[in-house]
């Protein structure tokens, strides 16, 4: 039996109020080894799908869970909406895979169609680059993605980084139980960093938004320090520091001083999206993913950075991560059916020696 299941399944049933109408979900956030939350929207039966107001968040959390162990739910008293079921946070040094994919908020039959896809691969979590929806304080659109989402998010864990589309709404606080907009969690041998890199929406004044990009520096370099036994160090964020779409090359130097930080504290890998497309770029021992091609319409990749840009390609597409002991394998797929490639991500000293 594999070392995923070292438990029976559990079964968590609580009902939502009868008059109650599902908008969203259930879907399963925050889990760790030991514990998670199961969450789900609800809106009132007379409210129309195209009014903002309503929405409303029931969750319920559970601890001195295991690692490793898959769990099923019911949150609907049994009607088959509610049922889902997810995996607990591996254990160091056992094997999992997830997925990371992002910019979905256009163009909702291709976000469909990279839905179905990913739900194929059976990942045990995915991460969102962020811009889940076109504009995060219209009530009326979140709805529309947990839809499209539905089949995914009931088998599986979710992760997301905030984008600029998301305006730095409450709404996705509320929905997906993060308190901050950067945050941090372990899986297996891995050590995640999610951070905010949408700086336009934090506050209005310039002074407020240095403030909070010096605060989200500094605990991004106290995480990455308490994670040094991690074996492998991964950070997710929206805006790529490195892009090879031209017109966007050097719009935020902020992003590009973090990469000292990267190096420092040997990131293995950044993953980001914002641009509508794929690409892989290597620069001083650390690998920079763009996964944007999650819906939104298609961005040419027209500025390959010589040197450092190693792939790129203009598709709808999503990145299935395997890690196993010593090492972290991409397989970027597009749509199509066709992989975009296959690599294994070298562990940050191997790789400083390559360019």
């Given at each position: ?9 559990l079964?968590?049933s609580?009902s939502a109020t009868?008059?109650?109408e599902?908008a969203g979900?259930?879907?399963v956030v ?5 514990s998670?939350?199961?969450a789900?929207v609800?809106?009132a039966?007379?409210?129309?799908v ?9 969750r ?7 690692p490793?162990m ?7 008293g049994?009607?088959?909406?509610g049922?889902g ?15 990371v994919?992002g910019d979905?908020r256009t ?39 947990f839809s499209?989402e539905?089949e995914l ?5 979710f992760?997301?980084v905030?984008?600029n589309h998301?305006?730095?709404n409450r709404?996705?606080y ?5 308190t ?5 969690f372990d899986w297996?041998?891995?050590?995640f ?6 700086i336009?929406n934090?506050a209005?004044?310039s ?9 989200q520096?500094?605990w ?10 991690a074996?492998?160090?991964l950070?997710?964020?929206h ?5 090879a779409?031209?017109?966007?090359q050097?719009?935020?130097k902020l992003?590009q001083?973090l ?7 040997e990131?293995?890998?950044v ?6 497309n794929y690409q892989?770029h ?10 944007g091609?999650?819906?939104?319409p298609l961005y ?15 598709t ?10 010593g090492?972290?394998v991409?397989?970027a797929?597009?749509l ?5 490639e296959?690599?294994?991500l070298?562990?940050y000293a191997?790789?400083?020696?390559s360019?």
């Amino acid at each position: 039996m594999s070392r995923w299941f070292f438990a029976a399944f559990l079964l968590f049933s609580f009902s939502a109020t009868a008059a109650d109408e599902v908008a969203g979900g259930p879907y399963v956030v925050n889990v760790t080894g030991t514990s998670a939350t199961v969450a789900w929207v609800l809106r009132a039966p007379q409210q129309r799908v195209g009014e903002a107001p309503g929405l409303r968040v029931e969750r319920s959390s559970y601890s001195n869970l295991k690692p490793g162990m898959k769990i099923s739910y019911d949150v609907l008293g049994g009607r088959e909406q509610g049922k889902g079921w997810f995996k607990t946070a591996a254990p160091p040094g056992v094997s999992f895979r997830f997925v990371v994919f992002g910019d979905t908020r256009t163009r909702h039959e291709w976000h469909q169609k990279i839905v179905n896809a990913i739900v194929k691969v059976e990942p045990d979590f995915v991460v969102h680059t962020g811009d889940l929806v076109a504009d995060g304080s219209d009530g009326a659109q979140w709805p529309v993605f947990f839809s499209i989402e539905r089949e995914l998010l009931r088998r599986t864990v979710f992760f997301s980084v905030l984008g600029n589309h998301e305006r730095n709404n409450r709404r996705f606080y509320s929905f997906f139980n993060v308190t901050t907009p950067y945050y941090s969690f372990d899986w297996g041998s891995v050590h995640f960093a999610l951070l905010d890199s949408d700086i336009g929406n934090v506050a209005a004044g310039s002074a407020d938004r240095q403030s909070f990009w010096s605060e989200q520096q500094r605990w991004l370099e106290e995480d990455l320090a308490k994670a040094k036994s991690a074996e492998f160090r991964l950070v997710v964020m929206h805006h790529p520091p490195i892009t090879a779409v031209k017109r966007r090359q050097g719009d935020d130097k902020l992003l590009q001083g973090l990469m000292a930080v990267f190096e420092k504290h040997e990131v293995t890998a950044v993953f980001s999206g914002h641009d509508h497309n794929y690409q892989r770029h290597l620069k001083n021992g650390v690998t920079y993913v763009v996964t944007g091609g999650g819906g939104a319409p298609l961005y040419d990749v027209d500025g390959p950075i010589p040197g450092i840009t190693q792939k790129v390609e203009r598709t709808e597409h999503f990145v299935s991560i395997k890690v196993e002991p010593g090492k972290v394998v991409l397989d970027a797929e597009a749509l199509d059916g066709h992989r975009i490639e296959l690599v294994e991500l070298r562990p940050y000293a191997r790789s400083r020696s390559s360019n």
